[in-house]
Nanobody, 120 residues
Framework: QVQMVESGGGLVQPGGSLRLSCAAS????????MGWYRQAPGKQRELVAG???????HYADSVKGRFTISRDNAKNTVYLQMNSLKPEDTAVYYC????WGNGRPLYDYWGQGTQVTVSS
């Protein structure tokens, strides 16, 4: 049973920054791709950024150049640095193990997520 615990969200003004963290359980973490997803009210959950076990990254066009995903395998943790935040980034952010081939999460289980609200 995998577990993901997200943290670091909050209320920030447009143009501000936040750093999200996701602590994941499981011995497979260091050999697995990981992804950050977000779900805004009334919208489907979408993949925002992904990172392979070797550190190759992928970003949705909407966040490219503003968000940076990274990982610390010693801590079983994946991070999402979010800069130049926009109101349309407002959503609940989740992490999950990632199927790199199709961008879909490997597990149906989701953590509680962390709320990011961008508003003046």
């Amino acid at each position: 049973q995998v577990q993901m615990v997200e943290s670091g969200g909050g209320l920030v003004q447009p143009g501000g920054s936040l750093r999200l963290s996701c602590a994941a359980s499981g011995s497979m973490f260091r050999v697995s791709a990981m992804g950050w997803y977000r779900q805004a009210p009334g919208k489907q959950r979408e993949l925002v950024a992904g990172i392979t076990s070797a550190g190759t990254t992928h970003y949705a066009d909407s966040v490219k150049g503003r968000f940076t995903i990274s990982r610390d395998n010693a801590k079983n943790t994946v991070y999402l640095q979010m800069n130049s935040l926009k109101p349309e980034d407002t959503a609940v952010y989740y992490c999950n193990f990632l199927n790199w081939g199709n961008g879909r999460p490997l597990y149906d289980y989701w953590g509680q997520g962390t709320q990011v609200t961008v508003s003046s």
